[in-house]
């Protein structure tokens, strides 16, 4: 090959690999609890919206932390924490702390995520929300 010829196609391909890696997310999908958790596999790797209450289902806070977003009707889907579970203090004068997990649990909130499926915690290959944004909608119960 010569040389203009190497040279087109890296151009050629560098090209079309920017204008993969340029294109915007894709829009959320809003989607209830029940038909997240119905059929999982149907949203993986799709972004989701989504609300619920979250909840600690383990044993302990900081030793068995294991977050879900749930629903009035039962249904629950996994959530890989986003947040740290604590923070040191901030120096007097500095502003406000940032938020931990423990600041969204026990409250109805929406969750913008993406869905995928892998190792959380000590269950191997488990649909769960790795979370991009938090918001309360409502405080605790």
Known sequence: MRATSISRWLLAISGAVCAVLAQPEAKPSAVTLKTLSA??????????????????????????LQVVLKDSQGNRFLVRPWLPTSLPPRPPGTGQAPPTLASFLGKQIELTAVVEKGDLRKTPGVYYLDVKSAKVLAPER
Not at 40 to 53: D, H, I, M, P
């Open 39 to 64: 059929d999982a596999s149907k949203f993986f790797r799709q972004n989701v919206v989504v609300s619920g209450t979250l909840e600690n289902e383990g044993k302990n806070y900081f030793t068995d």
